[in-house]
């Protein structure tokens, strides 16, 4: 793998951390207020405004968008276990897998030159 490789996965890696950080950071602060609802608390103050159903809506089509792209790239770069990222992307947050996604691809590039 050369440098400017090693240097773009670094750069993914801290962005998935990262993001790692600012969802979950603010999936437990919504988790911790009494009441919050679970996951239909969650669903429906996601919601709660035409701006935050703007940005929800937004970023669906984005993850829609790549969640097409990483499927025909895994299929033909035969990145083994795109449905894991997939899943994980929905579970834990598309900021976080998508990343490693990336990271994933730039591995298997560098290893077929």
């Known amino acids: 793998m050369d440098g400017k490789t090693k240097a773009l996965c670094v750069t993914y890696g801290l962005i998935s951390a990262g993001a790692l950080v600012a969802t ?3 999936n437990l602060a919504f988790m911790s207020q009494p009441d919050n609802g679970g996951l239909m608390g969650f669903v429906q103050a996601a919601g709660a405004n035409a701006a935050a159903r703007s940005i929800g809506l ?6 829609l968008a790549a969640f097409v792209w990483m499927v025909v790239e895994a299929r033909r770069l035969k990145i083994r276990f795109v449905g894991v ?3 994980l992307s929905c579970v834990i947050a598309v900021s976080v897998m998508f990343p490693l996604f990336l990271i994933a691809r730039e591995l298997r590039l560098s290893s077929r030159t």
């Open 24 to 26: 979950w950071s603010q």
């Open 85 to 87: 990222y997939l899943l």
């Open 58 to 63: 937004d970023l669906g089509f984005f993850c």
